[in-house]
């Protein structure tokens, strides 16, 4: 640890005094212990005093006299216990500035290391263990404020978005309540695009259910084994309607042919409805979806992938953010509330997996990355 000014005063005075005392505390149980070699602790004090000078004879008071010994192990035994005042007043400073340093801490919310050095381990193990306190402190408050950012973002954004459909909804509603007499197909018209909102309301906030749901660590999911060979067959069977009606081709690859996984049938379903939607609402040169899967180890690999306009770099790492959308010019044929690919990775993560998107000139990727039994994943949560 590297003193201060004030701290190097103390330690220097503390030093000098704690020398001078234990000197003369030495020189205290030396002159008691050589009076009574000398048998003449019970004489007078003028004798005692002489008796004391005879061991400052050249004569007597040599190197082999055992009173010479006595007085070198009792400096010995002093100089010992300076050392320990010494470094346990040292270790006392170490920990005053170390209060000090929580202490600033806890004041200021300071997320700063607390940059200690110290020749006693334990010190430094402190020191070391109340900087990772500090960090993982600072960690959660970081969570918490980017959460609370997040939160206030989804209520702006979900304000704004269900205002949309409901306040069309009002207004058509209003023209026929207002008007009795209105023509019965203006009625109809009316009529008809007020329900067109209403199911987009509807959808608007079933989309903000599942993406409520996906928020959890995966305690709603229910676990079964599945064969993704199958499961692609369903969607593909599924999508086949959509997919004549705008000439694309559909298919399916995996390697092995047969691969099993532990996962939840409905919650996956869910992410490929919403990526192969995608495609169809965003691929407007698409010819093709193709669906692959291959084993790597303990994890598969599943891509969907089409050969439609190339996304934008800008955007590949912006998709899975909530309502937002590649297409930003308003485009009223596109309809949805951005939610889809928000949704889907928060159901890959429920899965403990990951996505994410890869696009160029020829091909765009959404590349799924999933565990081969998903249900292992939470038993560690």
Same mark, same amino acid.
């Given at each position: 640890m590297k003193?201060?000014?004030k701290e $190097?005063?103390?330690?220097t005075?503390f030093?000098?005094?704690?020398?001078?005392?234990?000197?003369f505390?030495?020189w205290?149980?030396f002159?008691?212990f050589?009076a009574?070699l000398?048998?003449?602790f019970?004489?007078?004090?003028?004798?005692f005093?002489s008796s004391v000078?005879?061991?400052f004879d050249? #004569?007597?008071?040599?190197?082999?006299?055992a009173?010479w010994?006595?007085?070198?192990?009792?400096?010995?035994?002093?100089?010992?216990l300076?050392?320990?005042l010494f =470094?346990?007043?040292? #270790?006392?400073?170490q920990l005053?500035r170390?209060s000090?340093?929580?202490t600033?801490i806890?004041e200021?919310?300071?997320?700063?290391?607390?940059?200690?050095?110290?020749?006693?381990?334990?010190v430094?193990n402190l020191?070391?263990q109340?900087n990772?306190?500090?960090?993982?402190k600072?960690a959660i408050?970081n969570t918490?404020?980017e959460n609370?950012k997040?939160?206030?973002?989804l209520?702006?954004?979900?304000?704004h978005d269900?205002?949309t459909?409901l306040t069309?909804?009002i207004g058509?509603?209003g023209?026929?309540e207002?008007?009795p007499d209105?023509p019965?197909d203006q009625?109809?018209k009316h009529a008809?695009?007020a329900?067109s909102?209403a199911q987009?309301?509807?959808a608007?906030?079933?989309d903000l259910?599942s993406?409520?749901q996906?928020?959890?660590n995966g305690?709603?999911l229910h676990?079964?084994?599945?064969?993704i060979?199958e499961?692609f067959?369903q969607?593909?069977?599924?999508?086949?309607l959509?997919?004549?009606?705008h000439?694309?081709?559909?298919s399916?690859?995996?390697n092995p042919d047969?691969i099993?996984i532990?996962?939840d049938?409905?919650?996956?379903?869910?992410?490929f409805?919403?990526l192969?939607?995608?495609?169809?609402k965003?691929g407007?040169?698409?010819?093709?979806?193709k669906l692959?899967?291959?084993?790597?180890?303990?994890?598969?690999?599943?891509?969907?992938?089409?050969d439609?306009e190339q $996304?934008p770099?800008?955007?590949l =790492?912006?998709?899975f953010?909530?309502?937002?959308?590649v297409?930003?010019s308003?485009?009223?044929?596109?309809s949805g509330?951005?939610?889809?690919?928000?949704?889907?990775q928060? $159901?890959v993560?429920?899965?403990?997996g990951s996505?994410?998107?890869?696009?160029?000139?020829?091909?765009?990727?959404?590349?799924i990355?999933?565990?081969?039994?998903?249900s292992?994943?939470?038993?560690?949560d």
């Amino acid at each position: 640890m590297k003193l201060r000014a004030k701290e $190097i005063r103390h330690l220097t005075f503390f030093g000098a005094v704690t020398a001078i005392v234990l000197l003369f505390l030495d020189w205290s149980v030396f002159i008691f212990f050589a009076a009574l070699l000398s048998n003449s602790f019970r004489i007078s004090r003028g004798k005692f005093c002489s008796s004391v000078r005879v061991m400052f004879d050249g #004569q007597n008071f040599t190197p082999k006299n055992a009173q010479w010994w006595g007085f070198a192990i009792i400096l010995i035994l002093g100089i010992i216990l300076w050392i320990f005042l010494f =470094l346990r007043e040292y #270790q006392q400073l170490q920990l005053k500035r170390l209060s000090d340093e929580i202490t600033k801490i806890n004041e200021t919310n300071d997320n700063d290391r607390i940059k200690m050095s110290s020749i006693d381990p334990m010190v430094t193990n402190l020191v070391s263990q109340i900087n990772q306190m500090t960090q993982a402190k600072q960690a959660i408050l970081n969570t918490e404020r980017e959460n609370e950012k997040k939160q206030k973002e989804l209520v702006t954004n979900v304000s704004h978005d269900l205002r949309t459909p409901l306040t069309s909804i009002i207004g058509y509603l209003g023209l026929i309540e207002s008007n009795p007499d209105i023509p019965a197909d203006q009625m109809r018209k009316h009529a008809s695009t007020a329900y067109s909102k209403a199911q987009q309301l509807v959808a608007m906030v079933e989309d903000l259910f599942s993406y409520s749901q996906t928020q959890t660590n995966g305690e709603n999911l229910h676990f079964q084994p599945m064969e993704i060979s199958e499961f692609f067959d369903q969607l593909i069977v599924q999508f086949s309607l959509d997919a004549n009606k705008h000439h694309i081709t559909m298919s399916s690859l995996t390697n092995p042919d047969q691969i099993q996984i532990v996962a939840d049938p409905e919650k996956l379903a869910r992410l490929f409805m919403n990526l192969i939607n995608n495609a169809f609402k965003y691929g407007k040169t698409m010819t093709f979806i193709k669906l692959t899967a291959a084993k790597r180890d303990d994890k598969v690999e599943i891509k969907v992938q089409n050969d439609g306009e190339q $996304i934008p770099k800008a955007s590949l =790492l912006k998709l899975f953010d909530r309502f937002y959308r590649v297409d930003q010019s308003g485009n009223k044929e596109i309809s949805g509330t951005g939610l889809g690919l928000a949704i889907s990775q928060g $159901i890959v993560q429920q899965h403990h997996g990951s996505i994410h998107a890869e696009s160029n000139s020829q091909l765009t990727s959404f590349v799924i990355e999933l565990p081969v039994d998903a249900s292992l994943g939470l038993a560690h949560d």
